[in-house]
C-alpha cells in the first residue's frame, strides 16, 4: 500500500508563488517509485478531482491549459517525492491538491491533500 502525504500549501494573494510536495511512502522498493508516472490533480467542492500536472518517469511533463506556463512539476527519485510550483497564482488556483498517479480514481489511495486559497 502506497501511503501519499501532501504538504505545502497555505494562504497567498494573487500573483505569489507557492510549492507543494508529495512524499509517497509505504513503497517496498524504491524502483516502484521510479518506474511510475505520478501526477497532480486538485478540487473544489461540488466538482470532480482535475488532474493539472503529470510527470513521466523519465521527467517529460504535462500540463492542463489553465495551469501551463505557470506551474512545474518535478521529482526526485531518490526522495520519492514529487513536487509542484505553482507560480502568478490566481483566486480560481483556490482549491486542495492531490497528488497521485494519472488516471487514478476515487476507489484508489489518496492522501489527505493541501490546502492552496489564493486571494485576489
Known amino acids: 500500500q502506497v501511503r501519499l502525504v501532501e504538504s505545502g500549501g497555505g494562504l497567498v494573494q494573487a500573483g505569489g508563488s507557492l510549492r507543494l510536495s508529495c512524499a509517497a511512502s509505504?513503497?517496498?522498493?524504491?524502483?516502484?517509485?521510479?518506474?511510475?508516472?505520478w501526477g497532480w490533480y486538485r478540487q473544489v467542492p461540488g466538482k470532480q478531482r482535475e488532474l493539472v500536472a503529470t510527470?513521466?518517469?523519465?521527467?517529460?511533463?504535462d500540463y492542463a491549459d489553465s495551469v501551463k506556463g505557470r506551474f512545474t512539476i518535478s521529482r526526485d527519485n531518490a526522495k520519492n517525492t514529487v513536487y509542484l510550483q505553482m507560480n502568478s497564482l490566481k483566486p480560481e488556483d483556490t482549491a486542495v491538491y492531490y497528488c497521485?498517479?494519472?488516471?487514478?480514481?476515487?476507489?484508489?489511495?489518496w492522501g489527505q491533500g493541501t490546502q492552496v486559497t489564493v486571494s485576489s
Open positions: 497521485n498517479k494519472p488516471g487514478a480514481t476515487p476507489d484508489n489511495d
Open positions: 509505504g513503497i517496498i522498493f524504491s524502483s516502484l517509485f521510479r518506474i511510475n508516472a
Open positions: 510527470i513521466t518517469n523519465s521527467g517529460g511533463t
